[in-house]
């Protein structure tokens, strides 16, 4: 898979990833991720990428040239699978989206800044709007670096059967049970004797019994679903 990141912040998502997983990934050639600075295609002197808004208002808009220009120059050299715009607006993530979006093959992410952006690009380029949240945060960079963890983790060849994305939480609709290393004894807190017994059926039918008192205590709307 290659992601493309559209930003005017690349120096916030050099390091993200470049570590564990992801790091991983990129050196076994499953992932590779392109930092695109939008002021390198702005027009203006001064490298312009933003604009006050028409009809009044506080805040800045991302004007529409620098992006079209960058993404009518990606889109010179492949075909897009998807061209993603971060933005608390945006369609919800969650765990099935990511299996879904796991199976492109060239995606672009757009970050906004600011107010946004022009109305008119996600007319004309936009092909899904992705918010990580119920809130705003300053930029989409870090939006887009949680997606690319969550999606870069579930191609194929990244995860080892043990760590398998098959066992997260979420991946049925269910938080993970809880899990325990050694110590046996911790401040007086022992770990449950059943993990201790080495019973693979009595262990796997304890977990699921957790997962779903888990679920059905922190997250009853997963069930619901
Ligand atoms: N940009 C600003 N806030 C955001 C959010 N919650 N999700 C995605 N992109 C954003």
Redesign the pocket.
Same mark, same amino acid.
């Given at each position: 898979m290659r992601i493309d990141i559209i930003t005017v912040l690349p120096e916030l998502l050099e390091s993200p990833f470049n570590h564990s997983i992801l790091k991983r990934a990129k050196e076994k050639g499953l992932l590779e991720v392109n930092l695109i600075n939008l002021r390198e295609f702005s027009t203006s002197k001064q490298k312009q990428v933003d604009d006050y808004q028409y009809g009044g208002g506080a805040g800045m808009v991302m004007m529409c040239e620098p992006i079209s220009n960058c993404i009518e120059h990606l889109k010179k050299d492949r075909t897009y699978d998807e061209i993603i715009y971060?933005?608390?607006d945006?369609e919800l993530m969650n765990q099935k989206m990511m299996n879904t979006l796991s199976l492109r093959q060239n995606i672009i992410i757009l970050c &906004?800044h600011y107010k946004g952006i022009d109305e008119r690009i996600r007319q004309l380029y936009i092909t899904k709007e992705?918010?990580?949240?119920?809130?705003?945060?300053s &930029? &989409?960079e870090l939006?887009a670096a949680i997606f690319v963890d969550a999606v870069g983790r579930l191609l194929p060849g990244v995860l080892n059967d043990e760590t398998s994305a098959l066992f997260d939480s979420f991946q049925d609709d269910m938080l993970s049970p809880p899990v325990y290393t050694r110590p046996e004894t911790f401040k007086e807190l022992k770990v449950p004797e059943v993990l201790l017994s080495g019973h693979e059926k009595k262990i796997n039918e304890w977990r699921h019994e957790q997962a779903i008192e888990r679920t059905k205590l922190r997250r009853p709307d997963l069930l619901e679903e």
């Open positions: 971060m933005t608390p945006g &906004g992705i918010s990580i949240g119920d809130y705003v945060l &930029g &989409g939006a």
